[in-house]
């Protein structure tokens, strides 16, 4: 069955970098995109970008660009989510998500990382 | 503030048909089809609906959606106590160079 696995939650300082990793199985990863959003404790989600395993194009949100980098390698069929300068509201839950093209629905959805950030 | 609009609560007792409206704009779901998510306490969200009214394999029939000019809404019938869940739609929207948008969330009680 189609699975992403994410890592490990995190702890973070502000101003520092985290990089969460996201595995599939179950498909031809270089056949679709992986999307990245993010859940803030008790709030709403948040689409944070998009970048296809096939070629590396990415699409990321306008508020996060210069900050976030979204890579794939595909010996490994593994997504990356960088995200730097790090503040206090970059806690929450990231999430990497299965998407076709950058505009297509999200299925399915890894379990989530969660990553803090705290002095 | 999300760019989509829903309400922030709904609720029904079981077997009732519920539904959840979800307000966007020309640049979103004017112009795209909606998605509809279901998160359960503690959970990863999990697809529901997609292209505005498509079931995934497994989802039951009970789910519908539908989409009219810039609003769309998602439909339960037959409500079930597992139904209990926090539900968002989701839009492209074309302008800031393009971007994927959420509803705010709305959490269904299951009286």
């Known amino acids: 069955q189609v699975q992403l696995v994410q890592s490990g939650a995190e702890v973070k300082k502000p101003g520092a970098s985290v990089k969460v990793s996201c595995k599939a199985s179950?498909?031809?990863?270089?056949?679709?995109?992986i999307s990245w959003v993010r859940q803030a404790p008790g709030q709403g989600l948040e689409w944070m970008g998009w970048?296809?395993?096939?070629?590396?194009?990415?699409n990321y949100a306008q508020k996060l660009q210069g900050r976030v980098t979204m890579t794939t390698d595909t010996s490994t069929s593994t997504a990356y989510m960088e995200l730097r300068s790090l503040r206090s509201d970059d806690t929450a839950v990231y999430y990497c998500a299965r998407a076709l093209r950058y505009f297509d629905w999200a299925d399915p959805w890894g379990q989530g990382t969660l990553v803090t950030v705290s002095s | 503030q999300s760019v989509l609009t829903q309400p922030p609560s709904a609720s029904g007792t079981p077997g009732q048909r519920v539904t959840i409206s979800c307000s966007g704009s020309?640049?979103?779901?004017?112009?795209?089809?909606v998605n509809w998510y279901q998160q359960l306490p503690g959970t990863a969200p999990k697809l529901l609906i997609y292209?505005?009214?498509q079931r995934p394999s497994g989802v039951p029939d009970r789910f519908s959606g539908s989409k009219s000019g810039t609003s769309a809404s998602l439909a339960i019938s037959g409500l079930q106590s597992e139904d209990e869940a926090d539900y968002y739609c989701?839009?492209?929207?074309?302008?800031?160079?393009?971007?994927?948008?959420f509803g705010g969330g709305t959490k269904l009680t299951v009286l």
């Open positions: 179950g498909y031809t990863f270089t056949s679709y995109g």
């Open positions: 020309s640049s979103n779901i004017g112009s795209n089809t």
């Open positions: 989701a839009a492209w929207d074309d302008s800031l160079n393009g971007r994927g948008v």
């Open positions: 970048i296809s395993a096939y070629n590396g194009n990415t």
């Open positions: 292209s505005n009214n």
